[in-house]
């Protein structure tokens, strides 16, 4: 399998996953990447994201899987797919792998707020339980982020405060951290913009997926 490093930022943060594959199918075929297309009444190109993105997290390393029809020099494609790229887009790496995105378990993610938030937030996150109403395909359930997603302080970054965070992020669980900023604004009526990129994958070891 080909799998492609991929950035997502800028005003591309905005774009729906959807809105992405179609994205994504439009630019391959102007960079002339010889993608398969499945076989059948409606063929498309044969292409799997490891987890959809949130609409409003910035994506810093977005894995994609494709199947290519004939061996490809890697460094030239890739100049080639990052001049055919829209605005926001941006491919880093491509390299051959064996391993399924099955194997992804849970996700990091970089959340910075303003400093003269942080005090209240951390205050917040000291509560014993932090229940939020996640809606899904299957329906709604209540989820505890206390429990779901680990977060610490990591530093200060002009006048802005740095946390990492590390959600479920599999075929079993997925637990999006947007709904720290919701829960926040929520329970203390502060609704201060979070900025929330997704930075790497790991797997049920806590290993660097790739």
């Known amino acids: 399998m080909t799998r492609i490093v991929f950035s997502k930022t800028g005003y591309a943060k905005y774009i729906s996953h959807l809105d992405l594959t179609r994205c994504m199918a439009r630019m391959f075929a102007r960079a002339e990447v010889p993608i398969w297309y499945t076989e059948g009444f409606n063929p498309h190109p044969y292409m799997v ?16 899987d494709i199947k290519v029809t ?24 491509i390299y051959e792998s064996d391993k399924d995105f099955k194997f992804i378990d849970k996700a990091i993610y970089k959340i910075v707020i303003p400093e003269n938030t942080s005090v209240k937030f951390n205050e917040f996150l000291e509560s014993p339980e932090i229940p939020v109403l996640k809606k ?3 329906g709604e359930s209540t989820v505890d982020l206390k429990a779901e997603i680990q977060i610490k302080e990591i530093g200060k970054e002009n006048r802005m405060t ?40 790991l797997t049920k070891n806590s290993e660097n997926f790739r």
């Open 49 to 64: 994201f490891s987890a959809a993105l949130p609409i409003g997290v910035y994506g810093e390393n977005e894995l994609l």
């Open 70 to 93: 004939e061996k490809c020099n890697f460094t030239e494609l890739l100049d080639r797919m990052n001049k055919a790229a829209p605005e926001g887009i941006s491919f880093k790496e």
């Open 136 to 138: 899904t395909k299957k």
């Open 162 to 201: 740095v946390y990492e965070a590390i959600a479920p992020c599999g075929n079993e669980k997925n637990i999006s951290p947007t709904l720290l900023s919701g829960a926040f604004a929520e329970k203390t009526g502060d609704d201060t913009v979070f900025t929330i990129s997704r930075t790497a994958f």
